[in-house]
């Protein structure tokens, strides 16, 4: 089992910045990757980015330039700086880890992203 637990969203204005940040705990061996996907208001949850154990990341074209993806691996946290941040960015952003077994989820967290 994994547990992960997110921090970090919040209420900002249009072009500000924040930082997610998520810890995760229990069966690291098997972990392969983590990372992020959101859900807004009446929409699918789609993915945002990942990081590999590796270093190697992935992100969605609608974020890419505007949000990073990185990882302490001696915290076991992975962290997503949002810049520039748009209302089509406001959502329920949850953590996620993909072991060889299955992939667990986190709580979400709201981000929202007002004009």
């Known amino acids: 089992q994994v547990q992960l637990v997110e921090a970090g969203g919040g209420l900002v204005q249009v072009g500000e910045s924040l930082r997610l940040s998520c810890a995760a705990s229990?069966?690291?061996?098997?972990?392969?990757?983590m990372g992020w996907h959101r859900q807004a208001p009446g929409k699918q949850r789609e993915f945002v980015a990942d990081?590999?154990?590796?270093?190697?990341?992935n992100y969605a074209d609608s974020v890419k330039g505007r949000f990073a993806i990185s990882r302490d691996n001696a915290k076991n946290t992975v962290y997503l700086q949002m810049n520039s941040l748009k209302p089509e960015d406001t959502a329920v952003y949850y953590c996620?880890?993909?072991?060889?077994?299955?992939?667990?989820w986190g709580q979400g967290t709201q981000v929202t992203v007002s004009s």
């Open positions: 996620k880890a993909d072991t060889s077994g299955r992939r667990y």
């Open positions: 229990g069966s690291m061996f098997s972990m392969k990757s």
């Open positions: 990081i590999t154990t590796g270093g190697l990341t």
